[in-house]
């Protein structure tokens, strides 16, 4: 669990980032509407929780560096014992300071007259602007107050600048407690993916799959999913972003089930695919194995001094020759490589930032060149390949094949530490797990 002083550290760190005279504003995330006076679960905006640990809505966060009556200030809702009947506690100004190590708190309904004050004179306000339009303008109709009162000796905020460069960066280099934590995740999640390959079977729906992956995760801890579980039969499975997860399984199918828990507010992310009926057909496996083989080069290249794009690389060039041997590629390879006639079968990178996010903060380049792989970083490596089932360019027997596998990987300073690896991904093992139900 993240502690009250880790969240302290990290509003330090990014104070020591912030230049003088500057001021920080972080909002919280809204509720969203799923239909008329429903409303989905909510869950906080990771940049405003990895400051504060704070969970409610209506909330705004305000970092003001060598201010004198106190650097962090919270503005959130008031207590109300009547609104708390009907929607849950709430921690109150109060509360941010008791609870959350707020220097200084003040109601939500108060903040047009206390924001603008602490703006006015500053000479750089760090803000994600674009991120809640609603806030840009109340922000914009402050500053513009203060600009109406110039001749009066006010003074308004000199520049602005983009907070998430400074927040982002800190966010992409995981401390040792969030590693622990991202390790648990994945673990939950192998559980999650092993228990799906063993309770499969022909005439089961998608769905049903779903339950019970999602099952495992809050019977071990997480009451939500990273992001919308994909579980994808036969031809579904060439569907990168299938979540509709409504038909049936099929006898001689692949099933293709991407799914990670979240746990504390950080996810998993796990990609495997395994025959319906427990064995892999002679095509399946020869895909499967061109996947697999691809993979396991992309986590050996995630590597300490290695850029971000080389284990993308790798995979491409496994892949180019594997399609190639099964005749599915036809051409010299170079070429194949060079004009990406790959990307008819694996249209995606191998992989992305993990974290608070399922893709998560950080840049992937920086100054125009390729990032650095550094200890601390946290990426998955997935590639695939799909095979369309209207794919008249390659023969029938390919047709409809849609196959994914991917871990995640914690750089570490001697190699990479894969957090997934609990869930099978051989053949011969995943056949093996599903035999022994």
């Known amino acids: 669990m993240i502690t009250r002083q880790e969240f302290a550290r990290r509003r330090e760190t990014l104070i020591e980032l912030m230049a003088e005279n500057s001021i920080a504003i972080i909002t919280a995330a809204p509720e969203r509407v799923r239909n008329r006076d429903v409303h989905y679960p909510y869950r906080q905006d990771s940049d405003f929780y990895y400051l504060t640990g704070f969970q409610e809505p209506e909330s705004v966060l305000v970092l003001v560096p060598?201010?004198?009556?106190?650097?962090?200030?919270?503005?959130?809702?008031?207590?109300?014992?009547?609104?708390?009947?009907?929607?849950?506690?709430?921690?109150?100004?109060?509360?941010?300071?008791?609870?959350?190590?707020?220097?200084?708190?003040?109601?939500?309904d108060d903040i047009d007259d206390i924001l603008p004050g602490l703006l006015e004179g500053r000479d750089r306000v760090y803000y994600a602007m674009g991120k809640d339009p609603a806030f840009d303008r109340h922000l914009m109709d402050w500053v513009n107050s203060i600009r109406a009162r110039a001749r009066a000796g006010a003074t308004p905020p000199g520049e602005f600048v983009d907070l998430d460069h400074?927040?982002?960066?800190?966010?992409?280099?995981?401390?040792?407690?969030?590693?622990?934590?991202?390790?648990?995740?994945?673990?939950?999640?192998?559980?999650?993916?092993?228990?799906?390959?063993?309770?499969?079977?022909?005439?089961?729906?998608?769905?049903?799959?779903?339950?019970?992956?999602?099952?495992?995760?809050?019977?071990?801890?997480?009451?939500?999913?990273?992001?919308?579980?994909?579980?994808?039969?036969?031809?579904?499975?060439?569907?990168?972003?299938?979540?509709?997860?409504?038909?049936?399984?099929?006898?001689?199918?692949?099933?293709?089930?991407?799914?990670?828990?979240?746990?504390?507010?950080?996810?998993?992310?796990?990609?495997?695919?395994?025959?319906v009926n427990g064995k892999f057909s002679a095509e399946q496996k020869a895909v499967y194995d061109v996947v697999l083989q691809s993979q396991l080069a992309g986590i050996e290249a995630c590597k300490v001094g290695n850029h971000w794009n080389e284990p993308h690389q790798v995979t491409v060039d496994v892949i180019t020759d594997?399609?190639?041997?099964?005749?599915?590629?036809?051409?010299?390879?170079?070429?194949?490589?060079?004009?990406?006639?790959?990307?008819?079968?694996?249209?995606?990178?191998?992989?992305?930032?993990?974290?608070?996010?399922?893709?998560?903060?950080?840049d992937y380049k920086v100054h125009e060149e390729w990032r650095v792989l550094e200890p601390g970083m946290v990426m998955t490596v997935e590639p695939g390949i799909y095979i369309s089932p209207d794919n008249q360019q390659v023969d029938e027997r390919w047709r409809g094949i849609g196959i994914r596998i991917e871990d995640d990987v914690l750089i570490k300073s001697k190699g990479a530490s894969v957090l997934s690896k609990d869930v099978p991904k051989t053949t011969r093992d995943i056949e093996a797990l599903m035999a022994d139900k």
């Open 166 to 275: 400074l927040l982002h960066e800190l966010r992409l280099f995981k401390s040792s407690t969030e590693q622990k934590i991202m390790r648990t995740a994945a673990e939950i999640s192998a559980r999650a993916h092993r228990r799906a390959m063993q309770i499969c079977r022909p005439g089961l729906f998608e769905y049903q799959l779903q339950a019970e992956i999602e099952h495992e995760f809050a019977m071990a801890g997480s009451r939500f999913p990273a992001y919308g579980s994909i579980v994808g039969g036969g031809a579904n499975g060439c569907i990168l972003h299938y979540v509709e997860n409504s038909a049936p399984l099929k006898d001689g199918d692949l099933v293709l089930i991407d799914a990670g828990c979240e746990l504390q507010h950080y996810a998993s992310d796990i990609t495997r695919t395994f025959p």
């Open 322 to 362: 594997g399609l190639m041997d099964l005749g599915i590629l036809k051409g010299e390879r170079n070429e194949l490589i060079e004009t990406g006639a790959y990307r008819d079968f694996y249209m995606h990178r191998a992989g992305h930032w993990l974290g608070m996010d399922v893709h998560d903060v950080g």
């Open 66 to 108: 060598g201010r004198a009556q106190g650097q962090f200030l919270m503005f959130c809702r008031d207590r109300n014992p009547e609104r708390e009947i009907w929607d849950g506690y709430r921690a109150g100004p109060e509360g941010a300071c008791s609870e959350y190590g707020a220097d200084d708190a003040f109601p939500i």
